[in-house]
């Protein structure tokens, strides 16, 4: 074989490793399935993800996990490579990018650290009067006993309960065993119109917000799928499809938060990597803000 023709041939080789896999090979990834039969926190996510690996020209299976899987189960099987999984979603954090490799585009554009409570119906006006971190400090949150919003939260100075089990987290709420529930603005929607008839309710009043970035994770030695996933990404933000999925999944929720009528209650996170891309605005949603003089009112 002369050296052009080989020359060729490596090239075409390398040109398939790093656009999808080899002819004929289809890759399997699998995610954790969700923890509940009505957990619909994943649905936006896996749709991203299809989205990337489809830009990426992978030939692939998605499929979850055969077991539910918490989030503190999966990064640990993640970590140790063991095949029950080969990515997940996550809040990062500095010791998650150590353990794991991060692929560092915002799932949610930082809507991860946009938070509104979850509160018992029969308290709607709980947190009616909280204008500061002060005034919030006087009650106690309810978070995952391993979420990293649990340390962000009582890094600044705001009592936290940690909670085992996602399930539980509803239930100890409406037993009292903590006052209000912080959630995402992309996942609270789903979740209160679940609970809505166990008497939870959504706050009308604040938002908390802290700096924090949600993203895919894989294992420090999977680089093929890490490129593969990132490269899906960069397309998807290059050609407008990673705008146009988020307004689709998350426009609804964005109007329903009305973020420009609640008071801001500003926290620092102590967990951010450095490596976070803060410098590209493209990646980060950034809402319009006034925050009220006084409380919001509920919308009528």
Same mark, same amino acid.
């Given at each position: 074989?002369?050296?052009?023709?080989?020359?060729?041939?490596?090239?075409?080789?390398?040109? @398939?490793? @790093?656009?999808?896999?080899?002819?004929?090979?289809?890759?399997?990834?699998?995610?954790?399935?969700?923890?509940?039969?009505?957990?619909?926190?994943?649905?936006?996510?896996?749709?991203?993800?299809?989205?990337?690996?489809?830009?990426?020209?992978?030939?692939?299976?998605?499929?979850?996990?055969?077991?539910?899987?918490?989030?503190?189960?999966?990064?640990?099987?993640?970590?140790?490579?063991?095949?029950?999984?080969?990515?997940?979603? @996550?809040?990062?954090?500095?010791?998650?990018?150590?353990?794991?490799?991060?692929?560092?585009?915002?799932?949610?554009?930082?809507?991860?650290?946009?938070?509104?409570?979850?509160?018992?119906?029969?308290?709607?006006?709980?947190?009616?009067?909280?204008?500061?971190?002060?005034?919030?400090?006087?009650?106690?949150?309810?978070?995952?006993?391993?979420?990293?919003?649990?340390?962000?939260?009582?890094?600044?100075?705001?009592?936290?309960?940690?909670?085992?089990?996602?399930?539980?987290?509803?239930?100890?709420?409406?037993?009292?065993?903590?006052?209000?529930?912080?959630? @995402?603005?992309?996942?609270?929607?789903?979740?209160?119109?679940?609970?809505?008839?166990?008497?939870?309710?959504?706050?009308?009043?604040?938002?908390?917000?802290?700096?924090?970035?949600?993203?895919?994770?894989?294992?420090?030695?999977?680089?093929?799928?890490?490129?593969?996933?990132?490269?899906?990404?960069?397309?998807?933000?290059?050609?407008?499809?990673?705008?146009?999925?988020?307004?689709?999944?998350?426009?609804?929720?964005?109007?329903?938060?009305?973020?420009?009528?609640?008071?801001?209650?500003?926290?620092?996170?102590?967990?951010?990597?450095?490596?976070?891309?803060?410098?590209?605005?493209?990646?980060?949603?950034?809402?319009?803000?006034?925050?009220?003089?006084?409380?919001?009112?509920?919308?009528?």
């Amino acid at each position: 074989m002369t050296r052009p023709i080989l020359f060729v041939l490596c090239f075409a080789f390398m040109c @398939s490793i @790093s656009n999808g896999v080899l002819a004929g090979e289809r890759y399997t990834v699998t995610y954790p399935r969700p923890d509940g039969d009505f957990d619909e926190r994943s649905r936006y996510s896996l749709k991203l993800l299809e989205l990337a690996l489809q830009k990426a020209g992978v030939d692939y299976t998605l499929q979850p996990s055969k077991l539910p899987m918490q989030q503190g189960r999966a990064l640990v099987m993640l970590e140790k490579g063991l095949g029950e999984v080969n990515i997940t979603w @996550s809040m990062t954090s500095i010791e998650r990018e150590e353990r794991l490799l991060p692929i560092r585009i915002p799932i949610c554009r930082g809507l991860i650290g946009w938070r509104i409570a979850l509160i018992t119906a029969d308290q709607p006006d709980l947190l009616a009067a909280v204008r500061t971190r002060a005034d919030l400090a006087k009650l106690l949150a309810g978070q995952g006993h391993d979420w990293p919003d649990t340390t962000i939260l009582r890094a600044n100075r705001l009592p936290t309960l940690g909670v085992v089990g996602y399930q539980s987290l509803f239930k100890t709420l409406l037993a009292r065993r903590y006052d209000y529930f912080p959630r @995402s603005v992309s996942e609270i929607w789903a979740e209160a119109s679940e609970q809505l008839s166990a008497g939870i309710m959504v706050d009308p009043y604040i938002a908390i917000h802290y700096p924090a970035a949600s993203y895919f994770f894989v294992n420090k030695q999977n680089l093929r799928l890490a490129n593969w996933v990132h490269t899906g990404l960069e397309r998807a933000l290059a050609d407008g499809s990673f705008e146009q999925l988020f307004q689709q999944e998350m426009r609804d929720s964005l109007i329903a938060a009305r973020l420009d009528k609640r008071v801001i209650i500003e926290l620092d996170n102590p967990l951010l990597p450095p490596a976070t891309p803060l410098n590209r605005r493209e990646l980060w949603y950034r809402p319009r803000l006034a925050a009220p003089s006084k409380p919001a009112h509920p919308p009528q």
